[in-house]
């Protein structure tokens, strides 16, 4: 969904939790709830009117669940050949990452460097 063109559960999920990180973190420039073509290609974000902070270079993406996240950072690593560090779990008591059976030497070094960081 992007500004309310779709409802829905997961779409209620991604519309609180970016009204919290504004809330809590009104020094950063965020957009939500955002369609991914919307978020990374501005020509698409402005067809979408969407006039946000952002304008479609969002460089960091949050996803409603676990599912779509992986999926979303297995096509952004894959395809896009980047180096994608994550995915990181959140509201658990202790830091925690999780890695694919297919994680390269690179990905576990940086999932394990960003899991001290947390700790």
């Known amino acids: 969904s ?53 304008g479609g270079r969002a460089n960091v993406l949050i996803f409603p669940s676990l599912e779509a996240g992986n999926i979303g950072y297995k096509l952004t690593q894959r395809l896009g050949k980047a180096r994608a560090v994550g995915p990181l779990l959140q509201g658990l008591n202790r830091p925690a990452s999780d890695l694919s ?12 460097a960003v899991t001290a960081l947390r700790a």
Do not use: N, W
């Open 2 to 54: 992007t500004k309310g063109s779709a409802k829905g559960e997961l779409v209620d999920k991604v519309r609180e939790a970016t009204r919290l990180a504004k809330q809590q973190r009104p020094d950063l420039l965020i957009d939500g709830e955002v369609q991914l073509d919307a978020a990374i290609v501005p020509e698409v974000a402005t067809i979408k009117d969407m006039h946000g902070a952002l």
């Open 101 to 112: 059976r297919g994680a390269l030497v690179e990905d576990i070094v940086d999932t394990v």
